[in-house]
């Protein structure tokens, strides 16, 4: 972090406090937002009875088979230790996961501008703006993703997506076929695909895309062989048949 990016981190995150603590968490019934709050009083329940290991928690033999119930179990657990009622509870959530989805959308877009221009002074405003724009267009047709689904599961699974997103173009930018970024995008990956397999998927398809552009560019100056791309490719490849099977 530079120090000329705080007033804008301060900005985004006092402006995003502020609104979402005036408008509340969205609950509009019927709709999914009252879906992802029933899953989770569920799991505060199965808490305050003593049974924090029901078969609807975890699927011990098959993590992978009830993806929704990580997230629905972090967040009972955050309400059950907190001491607040889950009420209370959910109205300071909404708040915390409000301002980490937009500031790590901020970053996001910080490190892909700082990539394509050294003007660091206009990435900051863009990125601004940018994070602006996310949080009051981004969604599908009347539905704010912002504000529509502070408490689903895909929400702070977008936090991994950006850093995933991040991590790739590192790792695609070094010539080492093990680093500390594929370490990271496999632990991403792995924790995507427990909280929710869209955002994996969108990872696993940008992650394809990018590593074939990698090897076209490279094409005429490097051999096949000896391409970091193509060895990233292949494990790509073999990542997606993993997540497939």
Same mark, same amino acid.
């Given at each position: ?39 989770? $009083? ?34 009972? $657990? ?35 501008? $700082? ?63 093990? $680093? ?66």
């Amino acid at each position: 972090f530079e120090l000329r990016e705080w007033p804008a981190w301060i900005f985004l995150a006092f402006g995003c406090v502020v609104y979402t603590a005036i408008s509340g968490p969205y609950a509009e019934i019927p709709g999914d937002p009252i879906w992802h709050i029933g899953k989770i $009083n569920d799991q505060f329940e199965f808490l305050q009875n003593d049974d924090a290991f029901h078969a609807s928690n975890f699927a011990l033999t098959n993590p992978f088979s009830k993806i929704h119930a990580y997230w629905y179990v972090v967040q009972a $657990n955050i309400i059950y230790w907190s001491g607040y009622t889950p009420e209370k509870a959910l109205y300071w959530m909404s708040i915390a996961h409000s301002v980490i989805l937009l500031l790590s959308f901020f970053q996001f877009s910080l490190v892909i501008l $700082n990539r394509i221009s050294t003007s660091r002074g206009d990435n900051l405003v863009i990125a601004t703006l940018a994070t602006f724009l996310f949080a009051t267009h981004f969604g599908l047709g009347v539905f704010s993703f912002f504000r529509y689904y502070t408490f689903g599961p895909v929400y702070l699974n977008m936090v991994l997506y950006f850093s995933a997103v991040v991590a790739l173009l590192h790792y695609l930018s070094l010539s080492t076929y093990f $680093n500390r970024w594929l370490l990271y995008l496999v632990i991403a990956l792995i924790g995507m695909t427990l909280i929710h397999k869209q955002e994996a998927l969108f990872l696993l398809v940008l992650g394809l895309l990018m590593t074939l552009l990698d090897y076209w560019r490279n094409r005429t100056s490097i051999k096949w062989r000896d391409l970091a791309g193509a060895k990233k490719l292949v494990l790509a490849v073999g990542i997606i048949i993993m997540y497939l099977l």
